[in-house]
């Protein structure tokens, strides 16, 4: 009932930047909190940044300084900014939200399909 469409990502030079976009839609009430996680090959999945309804943010210390989250909530949409990429940071990257679906009364954990980012140097 509710979909998480991630773009954006891609092959980008070490020192660039790219910036993901994730939008959500299908039967939303309201979204809490969202997120950008990502998995290397052989790695566990990890945040990489959170940012809640009222645009409180989080970052895993390995892209603060680098790294911006946003959303805009009119468009039910996520963004991550990644400035400065390493070859580090190579992954698939997946948008996680707290939505809360029309006509139930629980929050739900959605996920996208996740977006390849390669980084080369």
């Known amino acids: 009932q509710v979909q998480l469409v991630e773009s954006g990502g891609g092959l980008e030079q070490a020192g660039g930047s790219l910036r993901l976009s994730c939008a959500a839609s299908?039967?939303?009430?309201?979204?809490?909190?969202m997120g950008w996680f990502r998995q290397a090959p052989g790695n566990l999945r990890e945040l990489v940044a959170g940012?809640?309804?009222?645009?409180?943010?989080y970052y895993a210390d390995s892209v603060k300084g680098r790294f911006t989250i946003s959303r805009d909530n009119a468009k039910n949409t996520l963004y991550l900014q990644m400035n400065s990429l390493k070859p580090e940071d190579t992954a698939v990257y997946y948008c996680?939200?707290?939505?809360?679906?029309?006509?139930?009364?629980?929050?739900?954990?959605?996920w996208g399909q996740g977006t390849q980012v390669t980084v080369f140097s």
């Open positions: 299908g039967s939303i009430f309201s979204i809490n909190t």
């Open positions: 940012i809640t309804s009222g645009g409180s943010t």
């Open positions: 996680n939200a707290d939505v809360k679906v029309v006509n139930r009364k629980v929050w739900e954990d959605y």
